[in-house]
């Protein structure tokens, strides 16, 4: 079986797979760079026993990250319940993707994943959406090379800022607005970060879409992108494994 985990800037990812890239759970713990490498191996014994799965059935280890101060302590916990060292996404991993950025390592870990995931599951030209701490809007072009991007504050970081830079405006939860116009503070909210969320993407899908010969593909993954993306006017396909699928495919692709 193999383990692959994902360092968020908010959330710490894992998943094991089996054999043919069978997913048998997927996990979510908070992320804190105060953990040392056994607080982290805790964590991963207890979702374990949670999922009923024994770590020693594990024989290899992947893992990407946004967060490097905690790179160090989750390759010594790894290494200490496996036995041997995780691999992880970085400079010399094979993945198959151009990446025609200026700096190649100024792409997240995270967002390669998901490209070598999408460039084996959908056809090219592709838009590729990540909503997660910050929303990143990726273009893949037919020649399968990542070309850029954009990038902007993600439903939850706007949501925070609302509430904390008013005196009046509470924290409230993402949740599918009653109506598109309010009638109280919270679904005011609600309905001006979903609606808001929703059209910005689709402004900034069918101004991508204006430079392009050939109509796309749109895939978004991320904790928030299932509240969002059914509001959008385009089609947009969501995928919530895209990120650990890439992350088994890169592994195999190395081994």
């Known amino acids: 079986m193999l383990l692959a985990i994902d360092i968020g800037n908010s959330n710490i990812s894992v998943g094991l797979f089996a054999a043919k890239q069978d997913l048998k759970f997927l996990a979510s ?14 964590d991963l014994i207890n979702i374990f026993q949670l999922y009923g799965y024994d770590l020693k059935d594990v024989t290899g280890a992947i893992f990407s990250s946004v967060v490097p101060p905690m790179n160090f302590m989750m390759t010594k916990a790894l290494t200490r319940l496996l ?46 959406i990540d909503m997660g701490t910050a929303t990143t809007v990726s273009y893949i072009s037919s020649r399968r090379s990542y070309e850029g991007g954009l990038m902007f504050p993600g439903v939850g970081v706007s949501l925070s800022a609302l509430s904390d830079h008013t005196a009046q405006l509470p924290d409230i939860s993402l949740q599918h607005p009653k109506t598109l116009i309010g009638k109280n503070t919270e679904d005011c909210m609600r309905s001006g970060i979903v609606y808001g969320t929703a059209g910005m993407l689709d402004g900034i899908i069918d101004r991508i879409c204006e430079t392009l010969d050939e109509e796309p593909t749109i895939v978004a993954t991320g904790n928030t992108a299932p509240v969002i993306v059914r509001y959008c006017r385009n089609k947009v396909l969501y995928d919530k494994y895209l990120l650990m699928e890439g992350l088994y495919r890169i592994y195999e692709k190395n081994c």
Do not use: F, S, W
Not at 31 to 37: F, H, I, L, P
Not at 88 to 100: H, S, W, Y
């Open 83 to 128: 036995g041997k060292a995780p691999m992880m996404v970085g400079p010399g991993i094979k993945t198959g993707l151009n990446i025609r950025m200026e700096v190649h390592n100024q792409l997240g870990a995270d967002l390669v994943a998901n490209a070598v995931a999408a460039l084996d599951k959908y056809p090219t030209p592709i838009i590729m």
């Open 29 to 42: 713990i908070d992320t804190d760079q105060r953990k040392t490498a056994d607080q982290i191996c805790i």
